[in-house]
């Protein structure tokens, strides 16, 4: 039965009271060309801290609280962490979170803190506002703390830190950054409510500079323009310890390669072990400057969230991590088969704790700890915090086969884990959000889980067509950024999506707002239309899924592909009134049917690939015969052989 769910839709006033902060003022420079014509500012990383002490009297019984920054924001109350956010969008749709501070107030002195990174460069899970605007940590919070607004303003303090860095990683699919944090150079303790923040200066206001901003500071301003609210449920998890410890041992140290720490963690795994130590947590162990310590935990599993790490060791000591999705093998250390993912702790010496502000994820964590003199070490506590979309409900599949029941959870844990603020690829080497990856978690979470945010999530973050109307492979990330190259077919994949969500909700309001973008990308498939109403000869990336499938000429699988869009496109418009529109797709589909029987080998029962030269080629893929059927072109008396084909 069709679970009838209206949109969520925000009532909150797109004006808001807080203002832009940031650490510097904007240049009031450039000229109207430059904004026009896309003059590119210089960008750079950087994390900078944001506090605000104030006086709560009476505790209220909530304290409505609204808050967003470019690029990302940890938000604590008095020391308690409150959320972290925003979730990944494009610039123009850029998100907001919302959140009830009452539980953590008290009566008193209050502090609200935030720490904002801004990435700088394009991420495989960000993309940078466009020239002419932002080119640095921004923060916007505003709250309602009984009769009073607490908003971001020039009242805030703020300090940059140079205690965080980013390295990249040298593959070119690899898209999470690499954390490096200097502990000596966090001021310690400074989200907690007593520290002493008077050398700190104020945080100025960000106006937007463009011609006729009026220097605005309160959203919605450009780049942002209103600022949407979230549309998914906040992220979390429970804490993952060590399964078990592989290895503890002191080993000479190598001459250092570079300073990336997975380069010299693999240094560190081939080099020659002088010691080996009890394996197990807390470990304790002493190094001298010719010497380092391997240490090695395997999660059991794969987990995706922030590692977290207690030590006690001398100020300076080093540790390079190296998260690993499979086990070490010396003899493919350099052949470039893993990703270069991991983070380094440079400890402060007094009260360790180094937790990730970057999510990954891992199985294995390799640890070299070293220093420039001799040191004595301690490693008190090494988990993962799990940072994913929550499930809810009690969907759940038995069986009397005990393959089909840990198939039925391994297919459950493998969609959570590529569960984070989208749906993505992978959660340990890029965890971008595909644009046709994300149909099949969209499947799972439809009938699995009860919530629905992030399926729905789906649609509108993916809706973002290049100015051909064709999606980009990507979104909110590093490639949409580029404005290149794209899988056409994966745009197909996301109207099957659209279909798909109104099956399970019938939200109407939804299928109205994307149906332009679904007609747009059947459109652009129409400049490929041959004279027998096939799709051929389709440009760049057709991807259809890995498959092992030949495409060049006329082409029965995008032909299919093509051809189920225009059926849910029809059936959809159909939905919300619009017969014209149906009517086309109908039209088109129609052609499209007569047209695919040329693909028809009667002689092998099957369809092939592909026509060259007005020739069927032999080749007939599993992909060919389940598009025919997935598409309605083959006549339903033929499927049932097309599947034991």
């Not at 964590?365 to 001799?374: G, I, R, S």
């Not at 440009?539 to 890995?546: A, F, R, S």
């Not at 797709?585 to 499209?592: E, F, I, N, P, T």
Request: proline share 6%.
């Amino acid at each position: 039965m069709r679970r009838i769910t209206p949109s969520a839709r925000s009532t909150q006033s797109p004006r808001w009271s807080g203002h832009w902060i940031g650490h510097q003022p904007r240049p009031a420079t450039g000229t109207p060309a430059d904004f026009l014509t896309g003059v590119e500012s210089s960008r750079e990383f950087s994390r900078c801290m944001f506090r605000r002490t104030f006086d709560v009297e009476v505790l209220p019984a909530e304290a409505p609280t609204r808050i967003s920054a470019d690029s990302r924001y940890v938000l604590w109350v008095n020391g308690q962490e409150v959320g972290r956010g925003p979730a990944r969008s494009q610039p123009y749709r850029h998100r907001c979170d919302s959140y009830d501070l009452a539980p953590y107030l008290s009566v008193g002195r209050n502090l609200v803190a935030v720490l904002v990174t801004y990435y700088g460069r394009p991420m495989s899970f960000w993309q940078p506002a466009p020239a002419g605007s932002n080119t640095d940590a921004a923060l916007v919070f505003e709250a309602q703390v009984g009769d009073r607004m607490l908003v971001s303003d020039e009242s805030w303090r703020v300090q940059r830190s140079d205690a965080w860095s980013l390295l990249a990683g040298t593959h070119a699919g690899e898209g999470v950054p690499v954390e490096i944090v200097d502990a000596r150079e966090v001021p310690r303790g400074w989200h907690d409510v007593d520290f002493d923040d008077s050398d700190w200066r104020n945080a100025p206001l960000l106006p937007a500079i463009h011609p006729a901003s009026l220097g605005e500071t309160r959203p919605p301003t450009y780049p942002f323009n209103r600022l949407l609210p979230r549309g998914i449920s906040q992220l979390g998890g429970e804490r993952v310890g060590a399964a078990r410890v592989l290895d503890s041992s002191t080993r000479n140290a190598p001459g250092w390669k570079g300073d990336h720490p997975v380069t010299r963690v693999t240094q560190a795994l081939l080099a020659d072990v002088i010691s080996t130590h009890t394996a197990e947590l807390p470990a304790s162990f002493e190094i001298t400057a010719g010497q380092v310590h391997h240490f090695s935990v395997d999660f059991g599993r794969i987990v995706a969230g922030f590692v977290e790490l207690d030590l006690n060791a001398p100020a300076g000591t080093v540790v390079d991590m190296h998260y690993r999705e499979k086990v070490f093998r010396p003899e493919l250390a350099w052949s470039g088969e893993d990703p270069e993912t991991g983070a380094r702790y440079v400890a402060a010496g007094t009260d360790d704790q180094f937790a990730a502000l970057e999510l990954n994820g891992l199985r294995y964590l390799h640890l070299v700890v070293h220093a420039d003199q001799a040191a004595s070490v301690r490693l008190n506590r090494l988990e993962v915090r799990e940072y994913l979309y929550p499930r809810t409900g009690g969907a759940y599949f038995r069986s009397d086969d005990p393959g089909l029941d840990t198939l039925y959870r391994a297919g459950i844990r493998t969609v959570q884990l590529n569960s984070l603020d989208s749906y993505t690829d992978c959660p340990t080497r890029e965890q971008r959000a595909w644009v046709g990856d994300a149909v099949v978690h969209q499947m799972v979470d439809l009938a699995t889980n009860e919530d629905w945010g992030l399926a729905r999530n789906y649609l509108e973050l993916s809706d973002s067509p290049r100015p051909d109307g064709i999606f980009p492979m990507v979104v909110a990330s590093d490639i949409e950024a580029s404005g290149g190259l794209t899988i056409p077919d994966w745009s197909l994949s996301w109207i099957h999506g659209l279909h798909i969500q109104y099956w399970h909700d019938g939200d109407l309001e939804a299928v109205r707002r994307h149906l332009p973008s679904a007609e747009r990308v059947l459109r652009w498939y129409t400049s490929y239309l041959d004279e027998r109403g096939t799709i051929a000869d389709v440009p760049e990336w057709n991807l259809v899924d890995w498959a092992s499938i030949f495409l060049a000429g006329r082409s029965s699988i995008l032909t299919a592909l093509w051809a189920r869009g225009l059926a849910e496109f029809a059936e959809l418009s159909d939905a919300v009134g619009n017969s014209g529109s149906a009517l086309w797709a109908s039209g088109l589909y129609g052609s499209a049917a007569k047209g695919y029987e040329d693909f028809w080998d009667s002689d092998r029962g099957l369809y092939v690939d592909h026509i060259l030269n007005g020739q069927r080629q032999p080749a007939a893929s599993q992909v060919a015969q389940a598009s025919a059927i997935i598409s309605g072109l083959a006549p339903k008396e033929r499927w049932g052989p097309l599947v034991d084909v």
